[in-house]
């Protein structure tokens, strides 16, 4: 338990620090060199230019602090308005339970990608649609499990004797239901932030996220399509980017999901 938690957590604290600081020491990624075109890895280049003389490093340290802030923001939106909806649905019940519960279940019916990608072609490419159209198929996951955990525990003894001794629904929520929701969202929060990382890489990789000259991991794996042979390097660096990040995020949150286990059962 502890491996995987601290495995995770530090390769996690890595790349936040090498995304935080590193753009502080590296060129500027969209700078275009036609003279020194597809140059393989060496002491001047770490990992060698692309097919515009672009210094790959470089955009492999912008391209990852471009994915983690679309990750957290993305994130973020979702748990807010998914929490919101699932919170109102199972604690006050009636016509929003109706309502929310209808709509969890339609969209639930879809894979999330295939949606992402269908929002994304209505609304048009880009950074901002693809945020949108994630954010619409990742709160769902935050107000299923808020709406399944606030119908358990608006039951418990504690929750009624709030409210028989007048307490206001805000204060229970506050003081019972949200201190309960904790560690289940954080946990979820760390799982499903390697899916939303990769539906980001995933849309630009189709040309329907990031658009050139942005650094952004899934538009350089687009980008060094056409070198696989010539230039193997520009397919390597994004996906070991990728790589990196998914094992990170899953491991952190297979060892939260093991410590808050440990926690409930001793």
Known sequence: M??????????????????????????????????????????????????????????????????VVLTLVTLSLSLIFGLA????????????????NYLINLLLAFPSMILALAIVALAGGGMANAVIAICLVSWVGYARLARGMCLSLRERDCVKAAQLSGSSGCGILVRHILPNLKNPVIIYSATLSSTIFLQFAGLSFLGL??????????????????????????TMAPVAGIIFLTIACNLFGEGLTEHFGKERSS
């Open 2 to 67: 502890k491996g995987k938690l601290k495995a995770g957590a530090g390769m996690l604290v890595f790349l936040l620090l090498a995304v935080a600081v590193g753009p502080f020491f590296v060129t500027d990624p969209a700078a275009i060199d036609l003279g020194a075109t597809l140059l393989s890895p060496s002491e001047s280049g770490l990992l060698g230019t692309d097919h515009l003389g672009r210094d790959v490093f470089s955009r492999l340290i912008h391209g990852g602090q471009l994915s």
């Open 85 to 100: 909806l699932g919170i109102a649905a199972g604690y006050f019940g009636g016509i929003c339970d109706v309502v929310v």
């Open 209 to 234: 996220g990031a658009e050139p000259p942005t650094a952004e991991w899934g538009l350089m794996l687009d980008e060094a399509r056409g070198y696989l042979t010539e230039a193997p390097w520009l």
